[in-house]
């Protein structure tokens, strides 16, 4: 099983911040099977970045991914007030596909 | 756009089955991967299994013994069967879509209690 460490687990910012959050796999995650959700509270997560680097339908730009391999990154150049909300990492590269602990980005 | 809709009891005895449906509208569950993923409560988000439109599955070990996740072509529907389940057991649970093990459409998910 890849387990999947992210840091910090929880970022203190203000918007218009840059905000950079990592995620760390136990071994290497093949065909940059790595994604990102955002999850607000009592809302289901949503897919934000695939495929390390590639954003999902109607995510804005300011949202990007890069890694390779064990190490990973999501960054949010500038936040906005919706985005202050838990992150989660995930690799659907090896069964079980399994999550991040997820890192709190907060005000 | 594709919508799930999860379904099913919200509490649910100590050693007894839970019992989940997901209803998918807006387009067909053939050619895709449809999983169950479930996060107890203030905490983090743990797939529990997937089955393809053709019916082969996939679980997570640490689980495999308790699960079956199956599908309905007919009513666009899959399940998740849980056995003996205890209150480690309770969680919201998520029925997700994808191409590939990708999960790109969620569920609003269920909330499921097992208490006495």
């Known amino acids: 099983e890849i387990v999947l460490t992210q840091s910090p687990a929880t970022l203190s910012l203000s918007p218009g911040e840059r905000a950079t959050l990592s995620c760390g796999a136990s071994q290497s995650v093949t065909s940059n099977y790595l994604a990102w959700y955002q999850q607000k509270p009592g809302l289901a997560p949503r897919l934000l970045i695939w495929?390390?680097?590639r954003r999902a339908t109607g995510i804005p730009d300011r949202f990007s991914g890069s890694g390779s391999g064990t190490d990973f990154t999501l960054t949010i150049s500038r936040l906005e007030p919706e985005d202050f909300a838990v992150y989660y990492c995930?690799?659907?590269?090896?069964?079980?596909?399994?999550f991040g602990g997820g890192t709190k980005v907060e005000i | 756009q594709v919508q799930l809709q999860e379904s099913g009891p919200g509490l649910v005895r100590p050693s007894e089955t839970l019992s989940l449906t997901c209803n998918v509208s807006?387009?067909?569950?053939?050619?895709?991967?449809l999983s169950w993923i479930r996060q107890p409560p203030g905490k983090g988000l743990e797939w529990i299994g997937l089955?393809?439109?053709?019916?082969?599955?996939n679980y997570n070990p640490s689980l495999k013994s308790r699960v079956t996740i199956s599908l309905d072509m007919s009513k666009n529907q899959f399940s998740l069967k849980l056995s003996s389940v205890t209150a480690a057991d309770t969680a919201v649970y998520y029925c997700?879509?994808?191409?590939?093990?990708?999960?790109?459409?969620w569920g609003q998910g269920t909330l499921v209690t097992v208490s006495s």
């Open positions: 495929d390390v680097s």
């Open positions: 089955v393809f439109y053709t019916g082969s599955t």
């Open positions: 995930q690799q659907y590269a090896h069964s079980p596909l399994t």
């Open positions: 807006g387009g067909s569950i053939s050619g895709y991967y």
């Open positions: 997700t879509i994808g191409t590939g093990w990708l999960t790109d459409y």
